[in-house]
């Protein structure tokens, strides 16, 4: 519980409206899960050190080098996100489940002949899926606040014809806010001490994937190196409802509120990565990469509707608006990522292994907005130095450990792995675990690889902002993460 306090202010800090850009946009295409082929999954994403699977391009592009033969490889998955909200100071829990079947990764390693300088000289061409946007998150409650106190705080001062298209203006159309005294201060049909039954229902999806191009070459038998061009590309989609009723018919005036909020985001962008892998001795291998910021062109596109009823001498009134569609283009730059990966690879007469372990290092706080590049006003470029300090401010630095470990037969593999992956967040000293395991079979020509993986997240939502901090909404979130995926490649 004392994580959702924590982040209270950091989910949506910077910007009050749903649709702007936040702390939580800059987290949630840097803070990525990386699904990846079956067997690199199976180890909890762990394999910096070793190389010898496709999904270890994105960590350490000097993996490549180990290849001696071209490979093609396809790995279909099956993800499910099981969420459950509630808002605070309530009883209520709600639960739903997300399920869905996509791609995690396709790729081609082409190898190349030897040359004076490398021992191998191989090309890569992936396409691999960092996240899926796919869930569906309900809570309700009573509770003390309404959202239209928000409306009225974003509408006073100003005229009707000054107000926003998108909360304000909508609110005065419907009725939801009205200025009896014409003095540019807005009232309701709520006390500031109001308890209120609301809920909200929120849909969110899309895909975060990323076309890699990587070389990579054995020097000499001890030492791999490796350099990659990353090309993420998103498309996120969420979709919004809040409501707020009075059954019981205890709010005067008042019966019903529904708001929505509709957002799309797009863009792409590129980042580089380069690398190291050492043999130290026949057991012990290490591996250092390196991968830039992601430099993004994003565009949001967005809309809003609401819907006001309420009864007026006996007479019930039903008002809706809609507001223009919006668009806001800017760039995003995430921060570097430094990974240093260790091995130990063990031998008998018949059984053969390893245990790699990943120490991933990324400051959050190197996040930084560009609203200045496609827009000249004041007021977008005294937002952006905003939220790029309350960045600066409320994010961290983390370091994620990811231990895995294969050994098998030359034909069975058995799989396992375990993450600690730290939260983004200044004040949320809490870890996430994940774990998994996977199953590999090795034939001449043919490669099939299985796995599943689980984790846990916990997170705080803020459905909208008010000055007055004890009618602010908030909703604990929690999260299983689970992934069923599978691998099948084709050496050739």
Excluded: H
Excluded at 159 to 168: I, K, N
């Amino acid at each position: 519980m004392k994580s959702i306090y924590t982040i209270l202010f950091l989910v949506c800090f910077a910007v009050v409206s749903g649709f702007s850009q936040n702390i939580t946009e800059a987290v949630r295409y840097s803070y990525l899960n990386n699904y990846g082929t079956a067997g690199l999954s199976g180890m909890a994403g762990s394999g910096g050190a070793v190389g010898g699977d496709m999904g270890v391009l994105t960590i350490n592009p000097a993996s490549l080098g180990q290849y001696r033969s071209s490979v093609f490889t396809i790995s279909p998955t099956v993800y499910s996100i099981d969420t459950e909200a509630q808002l605070l100071d309530t009883e209520a829990n709600t639960s739903s489940v997300n399920s869905r079947l996509g791609v995690a990764s396709i790729g081609v390693v082409m190898a190349g002949g030897g040359s004076r300088l490398f021992k191998t000289n191989n090309l890569a061409i992936s396409w691999n899926t960092n996240d899926f946007f796919r869930q569906r998150m309900y809570y309700e409650g009573e509770t003390r606040g309404t959202i239209t106190q928000r409306f009225q705080e974003v509408a006073n001062g100003n005229t009707v014809e000054q107000l926003d298209a998108f909360e304000g203006y909508l609110a005065y159309a419907t009725g939801a806010i009205y200025d009896f005294n014409d003095d540019t201060f807005y009232d309701s049909d709520f006390k500031p001490t109001t308890v209120v039954n609301k809920s909200q229902d929120i849909i969110k999806y899309g895909r975060f994937s990323e076309i890699n191009i990587a070389w990579g070459a054995k020097v000499d038998e001890a030492i791999n190196v490796g350099l990659g061009l990353g090309i993420p590309i998103i498309s996120y989609e969420e979709n919004k409802t809040y409501v707020e009723d009075d059954e019981g018919d205890f709010i005067g005036a008042f019966n019903k509120l529904t708001y929505d909020e509709n957002l799309v985001t797009t863009g792409a962008g590129f980042n580089i990565r380069a690398g190291v892998q050492g043999k130290l001795s026949d057991i012990f291998r290490v591996g250092l990469s390196i991968q830039s910021p992601s430099w993004f062109t994003l565009t949001d596109t967005y809309d809003t509707a609401l819907e006001y009823n309420f009864t007026e001498q006996g007479q019930q009134f039903n008002f809706d608006e809609q507001s223009p569609e919006g668009s806001f283009k800017y760039k995003l730059v995430t921060p570097w990522k430094g990974t240093a990966s260790a091995a130990a690879v063990l031998r008998s007469e018949s059984i053969t292994g390893f245990i790699n372990l990943d120490a991933e290092f990324i400051d959050y706080t190197n996040n930084q907005f560009d609203f200045q590049k496609f827009s000249e006003s004041t007021l977008d470029a005294q937002r952006e130095r905003e939220l790029n300090d309350n960045i600066l401010n409320e994010l961290t630095n983390a370091v994620n450990l990811r231990l895995g470990a294969d050994f098998g037969t030359r034909t069975w593999r058995l799989k396992g792995g375990l993450a600690l992956i730290q939260s983004p967040y200044d004040l949320q000293s809490e870890k996430n675990l994940a774990y998994s395991g996977g199953l590999g079979y090795r034939g001449e020509s043919f490669f099939l690889d299985l796995s599943f993986t689980s984790r846990n997240q916990s997170e705080g939502y803020v459905p909208y902002l008010v000055l007055d901090n004890d009618v602010v909404q908030l909703v604990s979130v929690d999260q299983r993460i689970s992934n069923i995926g599978i691998t099948v490649g084709f050496k050739y």
